[in-house]
Each structure stands twice: as structure tokens, then as C-alpha cells.
T-cell receptor, first 113, second 115 residues
Framework: GNSVTQMEGPVTLSEEAFLTINCTYT??????LFWYVQYPGEGLQLLLK?????DKGSNKGFEATYRKETTSFHLEKGSVQVSDSAVYFC????????????FGTGTRLTIIP | GAGVSQTPSNKVTEKGKYVELRCDPI?????LYWYRQSLGQGPEFLIY????????DSGLPNDRFFAVRPEGSVSTLKIQRTERGDSAVYLC?????????????FGPGTRLTVT
């Protein structure tokens, strides 16, 4: 079945540092890939997505590229801010007929001023 | 507009009791999903509806869990004979249609505690 393996946390960085959160996946067919974010006290919300190989999703300065050859979808941001402190989840959904999301375990990110 | 809402926000029940958790999706969204999130874990899929019918219930852990969506809008997740291991946050999401091209919008969740 489908699975997502996500970088263990928690991760603590200083403001303006470079961020990478690793995500690899196992899936049959052609999954779509997502990063969801959960800010303190808020619900899950979509951060970015990519629906086919070599696509790059981007939002709020975050980027992730769908790499089929390495089955990866690593999240990156060049300069993090305190407001980026949250829990980040990598997820995938399958082909038509398998639209449910499969999530990784989440990575808690804390940015210190 | 209004997002996905879930009630109650918190539910404490005794082992062996029956509980119902409600989800109000975004108006007009035909797809509705239920997930369960245990502490320190990512959400795990339970069931999803396309309209009134359950399109995929492969994530329901056992026959104590059941969900309905009789009019294609509000959905209720029902848990019989609750066990302590059922304690988790139950999340509902809706999307305009099923499929990866349609974002799933999540509600705030219902935190269920079984004592």
C-alpha cells in the first residue's frame, strides 16, 4: 500500500535559517503529493502540492519538487520566520479511485528569534 | 464563507459507551472524508463519501465504527462500545469533488477521550 516517510522531528532553527524537511514515499501508479501545515491552535491546511513528476509546488516562500526517480518531495524554505513555527505533514493521494490522503507522522518546526 | 465545522469540539465518554461525531462540510462540496489523528501521529484515513454513498471505507478499524451521510451534506461518525484506544482527534475534510486536483479542507476536529 501507499506510505509516506517523513523526517523525524522536532526541528529547531534560528530565524532566517534555511529549512529542509525530508519526505519520501512509496506508492503505486502516479500519486499526487502534498504538504499540509498545522499552526498552533488551528486546523490542518494545505501548504502546497504537486500532481505529476518534476512539478514544483510553492506557497509562502516554501517549495517542494516532485522527484519520481528518488520518490521524494522535500520541503524547503530559504529564510524561515518565527511565524513558520508549526507542524508540517507530507501526504500523498493515489490515482482515481484512491483519493484518500496518506500522511507522514509530521515534523514539528520551531523557529527562535 | 463558512469552513468545515465539527461538533462537539471535545467529547469525554466512558469505555463501552456509544458516541456520535458530526461534520458539516463546506456547502456544495460533494466529497467528505473522515480521518483519525492519534497523539504524535499524522492523520489516518477512515472513510470517504462521494455524495451519499461511501466510496471507500477501507480505513474503518472494525465494525464498531460506522459513518453515514444520508442527504449528501452532513455526516455522522458513529462509534459503538468505545474503547480507550479510540481516544484521538477525529478530523473531517470536504472537497468540491473527489480527486487530487481538489483541495481537501479540514475542520478543527473533535477530540474524543475514552476513560
Amino acid at each position: 500500500g501507499n506510505s509516506v516517510t517523513q523526517m523525524e522531528g522536532p526541528v529547531t532553527l534560528s530565524e532566517e535559517a534555511f529549512l529542509t524537511i525530508n519526505c519520501t514515499y512509496t506508492a503505486t501508479g502516479y500519486p499526487s503529493l502534498f504538504w499540509y501545515v498545522q499552526y498552533p491552535g488551528e486546523g490542518l491546511q494545505l501548504l502546497l502540492k504537486a500532481t505529476k513528476a518534476d512539478d514544483k509546488g510553492s506557497n509562502k516562500g516554501f517549495e517542494a519538487t516532485y522527484r519520481k526517480e528518488t520518490t521524494s518531495f522535500h520541503l524547503e524554505k530559504g529564510s524561515v520566520q518565527v511565524s513558520d513555527s508549526a507542524v508540517y505533514f507530507c501526504a500523498l493521494s493515489g490515482d482515481f479511485g484512491n483519493e484518500k490522503l496518506t500522511f507522514g507522522t509530521g515534523t514539528r518546526l520551531t523557529i527562535i528569534p | 464563507g463558512a469552513g468545515v465545522s465539527q461538533t462537539p469540539s471535545n467529547k469525554v465518554t466512558e469505555k463501552g459507551k456509544y458516541v456520535e461525531l458530526r461534520c458539516d462540510p463546506i456547502s456544495g462540496h460533494t466529497a467528505l472524508y473522515w480521518y483519525r489523528q492519534s497523539l504524535g501521529q499524522g492523520p489516518e484515513f477512515l472513510i470517504y463519501f462521494q455524495g451519499t454513498g461511501a466510496a471507500d471505507d477501507s480505513g474503518l478499524p472494525n465494525d464498531r465504527f460506522f459513518a453515514v451521510r444520508p442527504e449528501g451534506s452532513v455526516s455522522t461518525l458513529k462509534i459503538q462500545r468505545t474503547e480507550r484506544g479510540d481516544s484521538a482527534v477525529y478530523l473531517c475534510a470536504s472537497s468540491p469533488q473527489a480527486g487530487a486536483n481538489y483541495e481537501q479542507y479540514f475542520g478543527p476536529g473533535t477530540r474524543l477521550t475514552v476513560t
